[in-house]
DNA sequence: TTGTAGGCGTTATCAC
DNA sequence: GTGATAACGCCTACAA
């Protein structure tokens, strides 16, 4: 029941605490013999070093903060998923909270992982988010902040991130190359930058092939739920404009809103017109029609994101200089039968 | 950047340590006087009491580690969700761990939480576990456990759970009732607890009808991935029993499996054939056509679970005696167009 | 090679 | 009402 400490050991083997906690830590100027006798009863006790002595003394958690806008989300899962794996094969653990969109939340957890102590923060903004006090105070406390995924153009930090424009770009390059004339854009918010990001991309594709861009075929989720605005804002174009062949919608959510709708209204997806999807969560295969969609990252951008977070940690305890990093991960399109 | 701590306040207001201390905790025996005084500066100096040392000493941490499966996955995401939450309200953070479905994993893993010194744990078992020792190690070292969804029946603690027996049964006895005369069971595995009392509430409810039970009627999964076993289970059943009319899944994921396989065979759905799920996961809603399953609480599951920790936890505190609870949370059918 | 002593920041006990 | 003092368990100069 009780915990066994340094103390205990050093008490019943007649050796200092300190020659203890160097045994232990593979210090080489503690005597074979006595190592040995330390390490055994260390065993045979089933003695561990109480982590928060020594996170008091050192400084380190071995913890990790991460913030997300929701768990509930296929793509935030499996990043969550990838910086639970990757943190624990170096030792450290994740605290994982919730930002639920709003900036508020945001500041107050921050907070609470700097009073936490943790050796350093992933964040994926809220949409709500373009102040950047928040981050700043941790930085200021020491504590190393990496973005992935919904980042801030202006906070100073490593990013890990996909590139949007290009990826918007890309589909809808697809779209057009494959005959599709007037194509509408189901998403273009102004927050946050990834929206901003694929609505450019959808831009430039369209400058591209020398079509005008025409704001009326932008379509902007009105309530901020991705599948019923989809299904709300397919009925309203379909009202609108007649004649679009396509739709580049910006989540695979909003894209099977509006194959939703299309279905009970029977149209048919692509033959009377193509949906095109982005993120490639796992139900955008499994629809019918089989959405076409931009593959992300995922799992990959989380590993990835704590490894970068570790090297800057790692840096820092060593006083040496740390040159922040922006990774573009790849992005693909998958071409399925909605379009 | 330096953090300011209780020592500077003392020192700076020439009052002792424990003065200070005390004024900040609200406590009674400090003259109105000099609280405000104290109250004021460490306002002013954004004073914040460091969590590590005061955990050194009170052996609470505010902390409250979470084992799951995997977190990529509808329903343990939002139970998360509800844990996450809820913890927040009482000040606590989760510290958030994945097994895999690996018994050593999660071993290891209550074990870094035992270091963590987490105030408790909830977890969800893998699929492989059965011995419990782990988790008499953790309630050994004071750490009380609540199991919640996966339980183990040999493990006294609380648990939060759903009666999985009674919702299959329901969900058999409306096949039966709608006319349906010959069911197939998706699932059958002998691990977790659960699919055997989806089973047997399969079993049951024939029982109840007079319909002798038919243990070849019963598909079990041999790969562990719900969806292609759902497929190629379909597959299998198409071509050794031609005459059954309804499909009773465990999981939505193999029920979606098998509506995929229709339709790739062009089979009707529910006029040939009949699907019913069980979770009710977003998809399940879209999909076409859309399935009936059972409703399982999830993100309140998450929070009771959290309550019914922060409860024990509590007790513990102040050494009164705590009573495990057991908590049955009621599912509901939900009838769509697959039945 | 080993041990001593002090400190990390907080809380709790007990005098005053 | 206030303050000294000793823990909590570990780490690390520095001394022996």
């Not at 160097?22 to 561990?48: C, F, H, M, P, Q």
């Not at 020594?54 to 969550?80: A, D, E, M, R, W």
């Amino acid at each position: 029941m009780e915990k066994v400490t340094i103390n205990d050991l050093s008490k019943m083997l007649k050796v200092s605490k300190s020659t203890i906690s160097k045994a232990l830590k593979g210090y080489s100027d503690v005597s074979e013999k006595t190592r040995k006798r330390i390490v055994k009863l260390a065993k045979k006790l089933n003695y561990t070093p109480n982590s928060i002595a020594s996170s008091l003394k050192t400084h380190q958690t071995k913890t990790l903060g991460v913030i997300i806008p929701t768990i509930v989300h296929h793509f935030f899962s499996k990043v969550i998923d990838g910086m639970i794996c990757e943190a624990e094969k170096h030792g450290f653990l994740i605290i994982l909270l919730q930002s639920d969109e709003r900036f508020d939340l945001e500041v107050k957890q921050i907070n609470l992982l700097i009073q936490k102590q943790v050796d350093g923060i992933l964040i994926s903004v809220s949409n709500q988010t373009s102040a950047v006090v928040h981050l700043q105070n941790a930085i200021d406390k020491g504590i190393p902040v990496v973005m992935f995924d919904k980042v801030l153009k202006n906070f100073n930090c490593s990013k890990i991130i996909i590139d949007d424009k290009l990826a918007a770009f890309e589909a809808v390059d697809y779209l057009l190359n494959k005959g599709y004339k007037r194509i509408a854009h189901f998403g273009g918010m102004l927050t946050p930058q990834n929206s901003i990001d694929r609505l450019l991309g959808y831009k430039n594709a369209l400058k591209a092939h020398g079509i005008e861009y025409d704001q009326r075929l932008v379509y902007v989720n009105p309530n901020n739920d991705d599948f019923n605005d989809g299904f709300y804002n397919a009925k309203k174009m379909l009202e609108e404009h007649r004649d679009i062949d396509a739709i580049f919608a910006i989540t695979d959510s909003i894209a099977i809103g509006v194959l939703k709708y299309f279905e009970d209204k029977n149209i048919k997806v692509p033959e009377q017109i193509a949906v095109f999807g982005f993120s490639n969560w796992f139900m955008s295969s499994v629809i019918t029609p089989s959405l076409s969609t931009v593959n992300q990252p995922n799992f990959e951008m989380g590993s990835i994101a704590v490894n970068v977070l570790l090297d800057e940690i790692h840096c820092k305890e060593k006083n040496e200089a740390f040159a922040f990093k922006k990774i573009v991960l790849p992005t693909s399109l998958i071409i399925r039968k909605s379009t």
